[in-house]
């Protein structure tokens, strides 16, 4: 029987769950050499005195892939976790700041300890690492987004120019940047719902100025109907609630949800009236046209 080769079967096992692990983007890495670089020291640290990052609110600013946990605890079943995980001290414990699906699957397959790079972090820059390391671009919600730039915006130094610059890092337009912050302002169900496909993120422009209680009328509204919102049919709520002052029903969303049928056949209407009478006026003339001929009429009959 040969001699098992650990070295390679570690640096196998390493390119395994590097791959697995998000991808760190440049700009972060040349940011964070010292630690990339493999300038610091490593710490073997005890599970027992790890613990996962939690902003001030209690809440974790970072999703974990169950599925992504057990791709990595089964690359490092034979030899452990053995790339480090960031972390820095909190007393007596140690608070994971990069590396939390190793964490993860170090736990699932119950090590007693993993490898650390300890350094004492301030709160502005474990907020970068944790969007810049830990986000998957391809699958952040609308609503993760809008928290992010959010808090990107409130460590900013000037407005315009650093706001352009927060927008390239993430390689969106500054305006797209705005409409993600705009989630913001949405009601907790309507940010779902937008992460979810319902609403249309074009439509956000129109419905994020919208008053509370408008916003949970749009929202019973469109759990009724089914309907996805897009930007046109925002707008259409949107003028509608401008008309009314915001008092709008449930039913009067509704009824801008479902008009689709009965404005494709007054377009059909207009059509046949072209063809019989053979002219050519615009939807606009015929309308101002139907209206003048309608008040005529009740004119008419009311003498």
């Not at 940011?31 to 209690?58: A, F, H, P, Q």
């Not at 700041?97 to 350094?119: D, M, N, T, W």
């Not at 129109?206 to 759990?223: E, F, G, H, P, S």
Request: aromatic share 6%; proline share 2%; net charge negative.
């Amino acid at each position: 029987m040969g001699k098992i080769d650990f070295t390679a079967m570690k640096n196998s096992r390493k390119a395994i769950e590097d791959k697995v692990e998000d991808n760190i983007p440049t700009e972060l890495e040349e940011s964070y050499s010292d630690v990339w670089g493999g300038k610091e020291k490593i710490t073997t640290i005890e599970l027992s005195r790890l613990k996962s990052y939690m902003d001030k609110n209690g809440g974790q600013p970072y999703k974990i892939n169950p599925k992504k946990v057990e791709q990595i605890a089964a690359s490092a079943a034979d030899i452990g976790i053995i790339t480090p995980l960031r972390v820095r001290p909190k007393g007596e414990i140690y608070e994971v700041i990069c590396g939390h699906h190793r964490f993860e699957a170090a736990k699932s397959l119950c090590q007693i300890s993993v490898p650390c790079i300890v350094k004492d972090y301030s709160d502005e820059e474990v907020f970068k690492i944790l969007t810049e390391s830990n986000i998957q671009r391809d699958k952040t919600l609308p609503s993760e987004y809008g928290k992010i730039f959010a808090r990107y915006m409130e460590l900013r130094n000037d407005d315009e120019t650093t706001a352009g610059e927060i927008a390239a890092k993430f390689d969106v337009s500054k305006k797209t940047m705005y409409r993600y912050l705009d989630v913001n302002r949405l009601v907790s169900e309507l940010q779902e719902m937008t992460d979810t496909g319902i609403i249309n993120i074009g439509a956000v422009d129109y419905i994020a100025k919208l008053d509370t209680d408008v916003q949970n009328a749009l929202y019973l509204a469109l759990d009724e109907t089914k309907v996805k919102l897009s930007a046109a049919l925002a707008k259409r709520v949107r003028s509608l609630s401008d008309s009314q002052n915001g008092l709008v029903e449930i039913s009067d969303i509704v009824a801008v949800l479902t008009d689709r049928e009965d404005k494709k056949a007054s377009v059909n209407t207009y059509e046949n009236i072209r063809k019989k009478y053979n002219v050519t006026i615009s939807d606009s003339e015929l309308d101002e046209l139907t209206k003048r001929l309608l008040d005529d009429y009740f004119k008419s009959v009311s003498r």
